[in-house]
């Protein structure tokens, strides 16, 4: 503790010197700390000063967090001999990380004898906590958006607020996208109209949208300040190459070839006493990838560990821990780690196959190098041949600067549903509730529903006082109520309901998976449980278990004998490849195409200059303006390659449209099968393909229509309702431990979905369920300029006897949906020998 | 008019409706299992707005079987009141009438571990109500399909449905009929009540209602 630069018995006053002197007392203590500070943080203590508001962005930690935190310390005072009120709100997207930003806030204060209290406030603050801070409330409140929100519900938060002066959204660019930015916005709302001078500051990644970023943010407020942190480490992106001189797989299947060379990228980071990141794409991957090190290092066993979001959070907390403290020589993780505070013995970043995104490579490289000076560096791993190409595309859009934006979320009717709840349950007496005018005013200040009709807002207005149109009769709903020109909650029991559930985050239906002693390992989805019997084994955790029997809620495991492996099939593992990264792809496919015999060639393209060559002799690798497409007749039927480079949910929606459409005029069946390059349409009928025929197949007459109808829109539509279902509180997912009483209220979202789609077809939430599953899992907006694209294409046939390199991928992701493992990589390998005689 | 599949089972022989319902020629009686009466209603009683129309839509699925095997009695295999909540008046108002206007029809229930909670259906509905385990012919009438040696047990409580293996990932769920050894399982006559992926034995039967049409899956599903 030093006390020597902040004289706290001083008396301070408001105002500019106090300010002056408090600024020294910074600079002092960066100086004792051996930093100093940097231009953009007196940039952002100079605009917060002056009252202003803005977002600090860049592309990885490099003292945002500090630049926020005291500007705040350095303008509020507070009154002599006392600690400051509430004062500044901290959201940040995770409550894992409440406790890290707890410690950064900190230390500056106790370090300068500052008179602030750090406090915070999310699902895990025990009761005797909130007790505490119920009679007194720290003056920095750290929470997560679900917290604030349920605060915001309570009789007593704004008299608990009315010295606020702040609110900084850390990790904006983790919310910005999704609904819980919109939860944010809302609050924001709420909060600027109890206090108009309200500042409000965001910590975001560099993103491709920053200034739409902080617009969001700001709702109607004007003149935010987008102040870049710049920061002193350089990032690097490379790709680890094979050591060896054998043949690189031309399609990923289970992609160790580069097993041996990540293992010696361990050893040598950690002989200089540094550990490894390995980052890879899906959960089932990270699993294998872990047994496949300890398989080939069992001496590893206990220096390496796993981390991803279905794992127990004590697992998780012990080996971010064992992170931290530089125990472990290895974590294989998920985007788990992708968030949070830094991990300083983090000297090695690799990345495991696609990176998919420029922005997310970034944000993992940023994992590595913390210390000042030092290089943050990621590295990617190839899994086969194309990825070689990603990875060079990665480097060059990174140096480019292309990196993607996450696009706000706009007029999300299941988030009004349930905030219209929420705000009806706020106040007290004669404040309770909330009065018509004055509430759509306020959410229209939000930028999500700055647009909002008042036809919707009246709808969802209805939907929870009388039900909407089709409740019009029906006594026995209520939920909000109208007295007085004011809608409020009066039934205790739906209050209560209402802020259990207050949220946007929905995971899929999990089971708890625990051993027969009830130790538990973490979670999977429900949908994968259902598909095992009694002695099945599975890996998990890192460990090989066999399902005992099921029970309630919960799969009961142990330790299996049995060799044969399951491995989880867990969902979002099919993230598309950005539209930033595809088009790099065509640029780096574009120099290829150009190279000459002897040109020099950046190290990635050399390893698989035998796949160009065997491309080129048997097709052609088409230019930038050239649409290729390969047809190829073998035992199996009829197959078109096309290679859009659009990334899979594109091509997905491509490849249903294109079989739909081709199936209207020839009277054959289509099977389909996309990866991130292209799609393959597979008939088991000839048909004949004319170049009439493939204009018609690009046409944008009646796009939405078709491609709704090809993909079976109704069926998706109703996998996603589960979400919105959720948020708009159509889904009572009971209360913790509350037993049995509550099943007879629980019904799953497809079957509520079933009863609006029969009996309240025009319900608009049903509608926003097929938006979304456009927007999300279809990417409408870009399959049409693709297709656009497509149209102004020269188009290049190539009749083949056999698949291309280009169209190998796909034909072993074809197949790898029927055949069982071992004969498939058998029939891999003697495929690529067939392919190699040609080159 | 649908069609109803002819099956035999105990020694006797069965009409399968494809409204999901048993029908029993020589007792003319049809069997009904997990209505779940008044369920939306409930829900809305708790703040979820959901649309009505499934009561009424549910008792004119009831009269298309009736009218189809042309019974005289119908006996309810449990869960025929959701809950107490389940009791709001517009259901019941509808059921009433419903009711008042068959007054020829002989109504039993089965009491299952809802209708136990909910408690037994207004007198004036008159409906006979009993225990599990009554036996008619070579039956024992049961909501929880548990063999019983008395006799072949006709059942509901876990609204069954089988998942039958399409081309690659494109699997079917549907709600199913399932004859076992001792015990037979009604699929939930009720719409909005989920279902429960069931894995038939060997030998077992198993039927699925689709298109209007009652189809015999035994042979479809490979385990």
Redesign the interface.
Known sequence: MNDRFLPIETPISTGNSSQNVLESAVDAWFLQNGWSVFDFQREVWAAYARGGSGLIHSATGSGKTLAAWLAAVIAHTGRPGETLPLTVLWITPMRALAQDTRLALEKPIRDMNLPWTVGSRTGDTTSAERARQAKRMPSVLITTPESLSLMLTQADAREQLRHLQCVVVDEWHEMIGNKRGVQVELALARLRRWRPQLRSWGLSATLGNISEAMAVMMGTVDGGHIIEGVCDRKIVIDTLLPSGAEPFPWAGHLGFTMLGEVCDEIEATAKVGGSTLVFTNTRSQAELWYQALLAAKPDWAGAIALHHGSLDRDVRSYVEAGLKSGMLMAVIATSSLDLGVDFSPVARVLQIGSPKGVARLLQRAGRSGHAPGQVSRVTCVPTHAFEFVESLAAQRAASAGKIEARRPVTIPLDVLVQHLVTVALAGKDDTKGFEYQALLDEIRSTHAFAELAETDFDWALDFVTRGGKALHAYAEYRKVEQRDGRYLVEDAAIARRHRMAIGTIVSDASMDIRYMNGARLGHVEESFVARLSPGDAFTFAGKTLELIRVREMTAYVKPAKKIKNLVPQWAGGKMPLSTQLADSVRDVLEDIRQSRAGDAVPPEIAVIERLFRVQRAMSRIPSRDELLIEQIETREGYHLYFYPFAGRHVHTGLAALFGFRLGQLTPATFSFTVNDYGFELLSETPFVLSRRLLEGLFSSDELLASVLQSLNAAELSKRHFREIARVAGLIFTGFPGAGKSNKQLQATSGLIFDVFAQWDRDNPLLAQSTREVLERELEFQRLESVLEAMRKQRLTIIRSDRPTPFAFPLMVARLREKLSTESLSDRIARMQAVFEKVA | MHSMLPIEVAGESLLLHPEKAVYWPRESTLFVADIHFG????????????????TS?ALDRLDRAVADAAAQRIVFLGDFL??R?AR???TFTCFARWRSERAALDITLVRGN?DA?AGDPPGDWRIDCMDEGELVGPFCLAHHPEPDRRGYVLAGHIHPAIRLQG???DGLRLPCFWFGQSVAVLPAFG????TY?V?PKAGDRVFVTADGRVVEVSGLIGR
């Open positions: 369920k939306v209603a409930a829900f809305r009683a708790a703040g979820l707005p959901l649309p009505p129309g499934s839509a959701h809950n909540d709001a008046k517009q809802h909670k081309r690659a990932s719409e909005f009540t989920g992926t894995k």
